[in-house]
């Protein structure tokens, strides 16, 4: 693993329920978890076990009921919306199951978008643009709209778009969930270099085997609780021994 | 500042046939309330011409009942006026009943008439040239260019409220001293219609519509007025002295209930178009709604998002209203010259181009608030997770 070894991110007793026709239905319960700077973690679970939840909630867009959600020593739980917005664009670099570019704009001007929050001037803004656009290998497509390319190339493009502030942290929902396989892998490489090479912190949440055996950890969300791919053995063989 | 206003214009152009359709709402609107507006103004443009020192003496039961000739000699006597006029209105049909051949006509007393109204230019050749033919006219410029009128041209008339065929010759043609000054009348003699009528119709011989009084001293109006009213109280034939500007305004007033209708349409047409540019705006944000949750989760702040949908709402007003506003003049006099001299004096303002640009913002805002709440405030995971 290329983790330093400290928590980026700690979650503790975090608790979530949403409510549903009038009904509180819980989600996650009491989980804990510990993600180390530099380490590459894939959540995995059923549909609704809350995988998503967990994510959102690490990347500051969703609130829990109780606990705390820390990352580089924040209590993000705690921030306002304001303040949870600014945290966001400093810190947090989101991918899009369906990429979520703006269609309007071009492949560079999308990757651009998240620096009109900083106080960099335009033409610094667009030469980082172009550096990020060149790091997910698209330096010939800067100028396409988005309806201008295929998919593996606008999830390449929001991955520039991710990186171009230099984030702590990177959250991917379902990355490759769009993808075909060809593409899935191009983007699960250029998620690996990033990790590799650069030394960022991504939690990936995918129901794709295949793409959480990137990951140097998986996690595995079900009924609420939070497990490892130990944890998972252990339960299989104990019912198995039952049976 | 650069990012937002890319994706404001964009967003603008997005789906293009809508935003064209919206657009051309706009322009139908906004020219319809320039044009509606501009009527009202010609509308009671004649009071706006009012001299301070003119009163108009009329019947105080109507203007449709005459007064004795023999009260000119009766008002010229109260203290302080300076002068008094016939002015009778003729009628009559020029060539036919269309209102590209309706011109105002009134017989007066040339002389006292014309000394009255510094307003009307003559050249004074002409004029004496029309004081010494009985049967003269003087017309105005814009009424001489309209049906192409010349010095000693015939008019005929076809009389209605005075029966029988008229001939008049022009020998005169008046320019008007400020723009606004009407120069679509025709005036002739009074003593011309006089004569004929003591020898068609005497009973309606030495009968008169109005008395316009020239007084010395603007200040004592309402007492000369009251003056010359004393003189014909207990009368068969009362009368209503009023000033000149009071006297349009009645006039005007007899028609307040189409005005007031003309009035309220023109505010009815900005209401459609603000309803319909609503339903543009609510649609449009209600599709990007996942893209306004992407923006909040990469920390755009909501005033951005909501300042996006403003932008390009505003956007959509400004060019709906420039268009609009620019076809008004061409628009505007194509359809006072087709209405003939029913508006003398047409014009757009520019109170109406301000009223017009003023509407197209409120518009332009308005149709904003309710998308540019309901974005702001979009929760980021439902937005995220948000089908259009």
Redesign the interface.
């Known amino acids: 693993m290329s983790a330093d070894g400290t928590a980026l991110v700690q979650v503790r007793g975090l608790t979530k329920s949403y409510r549903r026709g009038g009904q509180r239905v819980p989600v996650l319960s009491d989980i804990n978890l510990d993600i180390r700077r530099g380490d590459f973690l894939a959540l995995m679970g059923p549909s609704g076990s809350g995988k998503s939840t967990l994510l959102?909630m690490i990347?500051g867009?969703?609130k829990p009921d109780a606990g705390q959600v820390l990352v580089d020593g924040v209590d993000i739980a705690r921030l306002s919306e304001?303040e949870l917005?600014?945290?966001?664009?400093?810190h947090v670099g989101?991918i899009?199951q369906f990429y979520?570019l703006?269609?309007?704009?071009t492949a560079v001007?999308n990757v651009?978008?998240?620096l009109?929050?900083t106080s960099l001037p335009?033409r610094e803004r667009r030469a980082r643009a172009e550096t990020a656009l060149r790091l997910v290998g698209l330096e010939d497509r800067m100028t396409h709209l988005p309806s201008e390319l295929s998919g593996g190339q606008q999830q390449r493009v929001a991955i520039a778009?991710a990186i171009v502030t230099d984030p702590t942290l990177l959250v991917a929902d379902e990355p490759t969930g769009d993808l075909d396989r060809a593409a899935a892998e191009e983007i699960l490489g250029l998620l690996e270099r990033l990790n590799t090479e650069l030394g960022k912190t991504i939690v990936m949440v995918t129901h794709d085997k295949r793409a959480a055996d990137r990951a140097h950890a998986i996690m595995y969300l079900e009924k609420g609780e939070l497990s490892t791919a130990e944890d998972v053995a252990e339960r299989s063989v104990r019912a198995s021994r039952h049976a | 500042m650069?990012?937002?206003l890319?994706?404001a214009l964009?967003?603008g152009?997005?789906h293009k046939l809508r935003t064209g359709l919206t657009v051309l709402g706009l322009v139908v609107a906004i020219l319809s309330f320039g044009l509606l507006q501009s009527i009202v103004d010609a509308w009671y443009a004649g009071a706006d011409r009012a001299a301070a020192n003119r009163l108009v003496t009329r019947n105080a039961i109507s203007l449709v009942f005459p007064m004795p000739i023999n009260y000119r000699e009766k008002i010229r006597a109260v203290e302080g006026v300076r002068s008094v006029a016939v002015a009778n209105w003729f009628g009559g049909v020029y060539r036919d009943t269309s209102m590209a051949n309706f011109f105002p006509r009134f017989a007066v007393d040339a002389e006292q008439y014309f000394a009255m109204y510094p307003e009307y230019v003559l050249n004074e050749d002409e004029f004496r040239a029309f004081l010494r033919d009985r049967k003269g006219a003087v017309i105005g410029r814009k009424l001489a260019l309209q049906h192409g009128f010349r010095i000693g041209d015939t008019i005929p008339i076809q009389g209605d409220i005075f029966p029988g065929n008229w001939e008049f010759t022009v020998r005169a043609i008046y320019d008007g001293a400020e723009p606004n000054t009407d120069t679509s009348l025709m005036f002739f003699h009074f003593d011309y219609l006089n004569e004929t009528l003591k020898q068609r119709v005497p009973g309606r011989a030495d009968k008169v519509g109005v008395f316009v009084v020239a007084i010395e001293d603007v200040g004592r109006a309402a007492e000369i007025a009251r003056a010359i009213d004393e003189q014909f109280k207990n009368s068969a034939a009362e009368t209503l002295t009023e000033t000149e500007k009071a006297f349009q305004i009645g006039f005007a007033k007899q028609t307040e209930a189409i005005v007031i209708a003309v009035r309220f349409v023109s505010y009815v047409v900005i209401a459609i178009i603000l309803a319909v540019m609503a339903n543009t705006m609510a649609m449009t944000a209600r599709e990007r709604m996942?893209?306004y949750a992407?923006?909040?989760?990469?920390?755009?702040?909501p005033a951005f998002i909501a300042a996006l949908i403003l932008g390009e709402s505003l956007a959509i007003a400004v060019i709906g209203a420039a268009i609009g506003i620019g076809l008004t003049f061409p628009v505007g006099y194509w359809f006072a010259a087709k209405m003939g001299t029913l508006f003398p004096v047409f014009g757009i303002s520019p109170q109406t181009v301000g009223l017009q640009a003023v509407c197209a913002l409120v518009v332009g805002i308005a149709a904003a608030l309710l998308p540019m709440r309901r974005a702001a405030r979009v929760n980021?995971?439902e937005g995220?997770r948000f089908v259009g």
């Open positions: 959102n990347a867009i969703d304001s917005a600014a945290w966001r664009a400093a989101f899009f979520n703006m269609p309007v704009l001007e651009e978008l998240p009109a929050l335009r778009r | 650069t990012s937002f890319k994706l964009r967003n152009m997005r996942t893209e992407t923006l909040k989760a990469l920390g755009f702040p980021i995971v995220l």
